[in-house]
Nanobody, 114 residues
Framework: QVQLVESGGGLVQAGGSLRLSCAAS????????MYWYRQAPGKQRELVAS???????NYSNYVKGRFTISRDNAKSTLYLQMNSLKPEDTAVYYC????????WGQGTQVTVSA
């Protein structure tokens, strides 16, 4: 059973930065594609960024140029560096292991004040 534990969320002013972490255990992290999703109040969950086992990254147009996804396979940890944050980035951010039918973390709240 895979377990994912996110951390690093919080309250930040617009223009600020946060770094999210997702520690994985119980799986084969190094050979698994990983994803960050987010869900704002009243909205559907949306894909923010992805990284393949080989390190290829992709980003939503909403965050491209501001967010960076990375992974440390030795630590089985996924990261999301978020810079130039905007109020519309406010959401619960979820780590995902293996895609939509995979495993999900509990989420971490990110709140960006204007």
């Amino acid at each position: 059973q895979v377990q994912l534990v996110e951390s690093g969320g919080g309250l930040v002013q617009a223009g600020g930065s946060l770094r999210l972490s997702c520690a994985a255990s119980g799986g084969m992290f190094s050979i698994t594609n990983m994803y960050w999703y987010r869900q704002a109040p009243g909205k559907q969950r949306e894909l923010v960024a992805s990284i393949t086992s080989g390190g290829t990254t992709n980003y939503s147009n909403y965050v491209k140029g501001r967010f960076t996804i990375s992974r440390d396979n030795a630590k089985s940890t996924l990261y999301l560096q978020m810079n130039s944050l905007k109020p519309e980035d406010t959401a619960v951010y979820y780590c995902n292991y293996g895609g939509g039918y995979g495993y999900w973390g509990q989420g971490t709240q990110v709140t960006v004040s204007a």
